[in-house]
């Protein structure tokens, strides 16, 4: 599989990529640019992986900021349904706080509803519940789920070093 590598490093989050599954770890909302990032991210990543790609996204906000914004909203059901054919699976993480963590799975699931995806996509509360999901899914590569745990660690390590 090959160690996982940074795709992006944006103010809000990192992008890696760990042979055919994407990581992207978030510590506040999506922007314009963050979908774009994840657009480039996917299209790269599927030229590499012709059969197909696995997307774990990480949400560990603390707070909403300024809130979603409709616009990014309509952004993400766009891409969703852009990559209809080069995403296997999905699966969000919410790793927020009470109100936080609704906010984000309502925003999640009118996504979602707006994309109308064929790939199966899931919510979870922890990241080992979504690896074990994204593991049972036909085709998800051996090795897959240390590869994305790798990649957790590359955008935790990454995004940090630019905090500071």
Known sequence: MGAPTVFSNLSNGVICHAGAVAVSLWTSPLTSESVRELRRGMQTQHAAHPSGIYSLGIYRF???????????RQEIAQLLAETRSCVRAGAVVIDSPGLVAAAIRMAFSGVLLLA????PMKAFSTVDDALAWLSAREGFP??????????ITLAERTHTARAA
Do not use: I, N
């Not at 109308?116 to 790939?119: V, W």
């Not at 090795?143 to 990649?151: D, E, I, K, P």
């Open 116 to 119: 109308r995806s064929s790939a």
């Open 62 to 72: 603390t707070t909403l900021g300024g809130g979603f914004d409709e616009g990014v």
């Open 142 to 151: 051996t090795g897959g789920a240390a590869g994305a745990r790798l990649a």
